[in-house]
């Protein structure tokens, strides 16, 4: 343990969580369940300790400290300048010796992934992800055999890459600097992250550089990089190779077994059948546009956030992450059902209850139905 010195940029990451623990409505059991452009960190095991992580500016060094809710406060308040702390290097000197296959993930789901050992495998994966995002834009993380890790924002023929963990330290690429609007897109925990234009290069150049990274550990000279990273990404490079496999089932090894086939099948055109009954139809039929799998993670965060605020549930140390996963299947099938049919609402409680990482749900078929339609939208 180590003097950490009391920086200004965590000191208004302070502030921000004290602001957070007094309103009341923040998940506080989580790694991440406060966030900033300096690092981030949440509450260890329900207790009164909270763990941080905080990178430094120029990216060089990590911190993990542990602090009591007192401390935040004296932090936040100027009255505490040193607390202790453990240090990490984050700018490696050498890199790592070979440990496994490429894996590349750009889903939640078991088949959303691929760990290939044939070069011709990557390629078609990439060109697949490139193609499947000509609607939306779609998310790709990348680890080397070495162990390095880029997450790249695929749409149409634009892709900003911003490199997490590699021998050189953190990434991102810089293509038109006039640009000043930005694309949306989701990151893995279905939270939205603003693409700056500015940090896109075209799809060919992109392509390579990954090709490059998979090999050699950074985007290669046909990439100009700026050495910095989006706050929301800084915590993806406490995640290795080692860790993303543990968390999810065996990639498949071949493109075809993938869920990349099924992303780019197109949906077949509705029908028109003319209607032939003379019954007139007094009221119109709404039917509900599927959700995406990142909008459903998004709605089962903030359903759980809903619910853990008006006290109707207890979690685990299991993380939020893996029950918003688990969660998100069940609104799929039975969300929309739930919010109109009690029956339904009250065996998707009992359904809900039973997800790893929920200790209990106290809320009934009732209290679940009001949640479930205050938390359908941002």
Same mark, same amino acid.
């Given at each position: 343990?180590?003097? +950490?010195?009391?920086?200004?940029? +965590? ?11 007094? /309103? ?11 966030? $900033? ?55 490696? #000197? ?21 760990? /290939? ?5 990557? $390629?078609?994966?990439? =060109? ?56 949306? /897109? ?19 150049? /992109? ?5 490059? +990274? ?60 003319? =209607?032939?009954? #003379? ?41 939020? =992450?893996?029950?918003?996963? $688990? ?36 809320? #009934? ?14």
């Amino acid at each position: 343990m180590l003097p +950490f010195l009391i920086p200004d940029d +965590f000191r208004a990451f302070m502030k921000e969580v004290v602001a957070d623990l007094d /309103a009341g409505d923040h998940l506080l059991d989580a790694e991440d369940a406060f966030q $900033h452009e300096c690092g981030y960190g949440g509450r260890v095991d329900g207790a009164d300790t909270y763990a941080f992580t905080y990178i430094t500016g120029d990216g060089v060094h990590k911190w993990s400290v542990a602090l009591r809710e007192a401390a935040i406060r004296n932090i936040a308040d100027g009255l505490l300048i040193e607390v202790m702390g453990e240090q990490h290097e984050i700018v490696r #000197t050498h890199r790592r010796a070979s440990i496994g296959a490429p894996l590349l993930i750009w889903g939640e789901y078991g088949d959303d992934a691929l760990q /290939a050992r044939a070069e011709a495998q990557v $390629h078609a994966a990439l =060109d697949s992800i490139h193609e499947s995002a000509a609607e939306h834009p779609r998310m790709l993380r990348m680890w080397s055999d070495a162990d390095d890790q880029v997450v790249a924002v695929v749409w149409r023929d634009l892709c900003a890459l911003y490199v997490v963990e590699s021998l050189g330290g953190y990434a991102t690429s810089t293509g038109d600097q006039s640009l000043t609007d930005a694309l949306p /897109a989701y990151d893995h925990d279905g939270k939205p992250l603003l693409v700056p234009y500015a940090d896109c290069v075209s799809w060919p150049v /992109a392509r390579s550089a990954l090709l490059w +990274f998979l090999e050699r550990g950074d985007l290669g000279p046909g990439v100009v990089i700026d050495g910095r990273i989006p706050s929301m990404l800084l915590m993806l490079g406490d995640i290795d190779r080692k860790a993303a496999l543990a968390a999810r089932a065996e990639p498949p090894r071949e493109v075809s077994r993938s869920s990349l086939p099924r992303m780019l099948t197109p949906i077949p055109e509705p029908v028109q059948v003319e =209607d032939e009954s #003379t019954t007139p139809v007094e009221m119109p039929i709404e039917i509900a546009t599927p959700l995406r799998i990142e909008d459903l993670a998004a709605w089962a965060r903030r359903l759980i956030e809903l619910l853990f605020k008006r006290e109707l549930i207890e979690l685990g140390p299991t993380s939020l =992450d893996e029950i918003s996963y $688990h969660l998100g299947g069940l609104l799929q099938a039975h969300g929309a059902e739930a919010q109109h049919s009690i029956d339904t609402a009250e065996w998707l409680a009992n359904e809900i209850g039973a997800v790893r990482g929920v200790e209990k749900l106290f809320a #009934t078929g009732g209290d679940l139905q009001i949640a479930l339609r205050r938390s359908r939208e941002a």
